[in-house]
């Protein structure tokens, strides 16, 4: 069986192939530690949201970008 990781991946592919997209040109927004491996499993621009329970280990984490708020998105994109 797939990973949670490999599924989520996988579904932002199919997305970005209807959308006619590529991967490395959209970005994965998420405040889970498996969101954003999925969104580097594809390599899309990942950004941590440090609004969820793993705020502490989104910083450790190697996202692209770190945000505090859902605010501060449209800044970033």
Known sequence: ???????KSDYAKNICREL???????CM?????KELEA????NAFTIGVTCGLTGE???SQ???KVIFSLKE???VI
Not at 1 to 7: F, I
Not at 20 to 26: A, G, H, L, R
Not at 29 to 33: A, F, I, N, Q
Request: glycine share 6%; hydrophobic share 30%; charged share 40%.
């Open 20 to 26: 006619k997209v590529k991967t490395d040109e959209c």
């Open 62 to 64: 190697k996202c692209n």
């Open 39 to 42: 969104g580097s499993r594809m």
């Open 73 to 75: 998105l449209v800044d």
């Open 29 to 33: 927004v998420g405040d889970s530690l």
């Open 57 to 59: 280990k989104l910083l």
């Open 1 to 7: 069986p797939k990973k949670h990781t490999e599924l």
